[in-house]
């Protein structure tokens, strides 16, 4: 089973970028595809964006399209997330999950192992 470690959280204006990162252990990283998602304050949580295994397939909420681009590097064990003209409606705690399955990857419900997440605050 993998372990997910996120970083790179913290406080920014609007208009500026992060960079997200997931380091995974204990696992063929290779296997898994992974997901972004975010919980927002008082809101539930929604699917950001989402890579296959292979990174030959992304996916993206229409809300970050265009801003925000998930990559990973299987060597490394990393999936990251660059975020760029932050919002302050992109203010939330990002999670990162793993899952085996090859379908749904826009679905919380298709990921078995999530990280601790990482907050992410965007003033404007």
């Known amino acids: 089973q993998v372990q997910l470690v996120e970083s790179g959280g913290g406080l920014v204006q609007a208009g500026d970028s992060l960079r997200l990162s997931c380091a995974a252990s204990g696992g063929t990283f290779s296997r898994y595809g992974m997901g972004w998602f975010r919980q927002g304050p008082g809101k539930e949580r929604e699917f950001v964006s989402a890579?296959?295994?292979?990174?030959?397939?992304?996916f993206y909420a229409d809300s970050v399209k265009g801003r925000f681009t998930i990559s990973r590097d299987n060597a490394k064990n990393t999936v990251y997330l660059q975020m760029n003209s932050l919002k302050p409606e992109d203010t939330a705690v990002y999670y990162c999950?793993?899952?085996?399955?090859?379908?749904?990857?826009?679905?919380?419900?298709?990921?078995?192992?999530w990280g601790q997440g990482t907050q992410v605050t965007v003033s404007s």
């Open positions: 890579i296959t295994w292979g990174g030959g397939g992304t």
């Open positions: 999950a793993a899952t085996r399955s090859i379908v749904r990857l826009t679905s919380s419900s298709e990921y078995d192992t």
